[in-house]
Nanobody
Framework: QVQLVESGGGWVQAGGSLRLSCAAS????????MGWFRQGPGKEREFVAR????????LYADSVKGRFTISRDNAKNTVYLQMNSLKPEDTAVYYC??????????????????WGQGTQVTVSS
């Protein structure tokens, strides 16, 4: 019943920008914290960013801090990831995730309950 659909991925030169979107349905959006994760080739899935239910806090992985910005529009049931100054190391499938009982700000994968199918981001040198 819960569906998360990512979009906005693509191919970009190093130093460029992309904005990812995640449209949610089947849930009361403003009761969920939302996060972004990614999985690069040959790597395990890793945390990227999280935003709280009421935009009172955000959390970023050190590798993207200062370059990526997470935001949400609760009226549109959508969370975004603005990615600037992209590096080849950012190449990965990016996943949107929802945290149901969002009382704890966390980067832990097992604290998220629903996942999208992912969108590919490729950054070339």
């Amino acid at each position: 019943q819960v569906q998360l659909v990512e979009s906005g991925g693509g191919w970009v030169q190093a130093g460029g920008s992309l904005r990812l979107s995640c449209a949610a349905s089947g849930l009361t959006f403003n009761t969920y914290a939302m996060g972004w994760f990614r999985q690069g080739p040959g790597k395990e899935r890793e945390f990227v960013a999280r935003i709280s239910r009421f935009v009172t806090s955000s959390l970023y992985a050190d590798s993207v801090k200062g370059r990526f910005t997470i935001s949400r529009d609760n009226a549109k049931n959508t969370v975004y990831l603005q990615m600037n100054s992209l590096k080849p190391e950012d190449t990965a499938v990016y996943y949107c995730a929802a945290q149901v009982r969002a009382t704890t700000q966390t980067s832990k994968i097992n604290m998220y309950d629903y996942w999208g199918q992912g969108t590919q981001v490729t950054v070339s040198s």
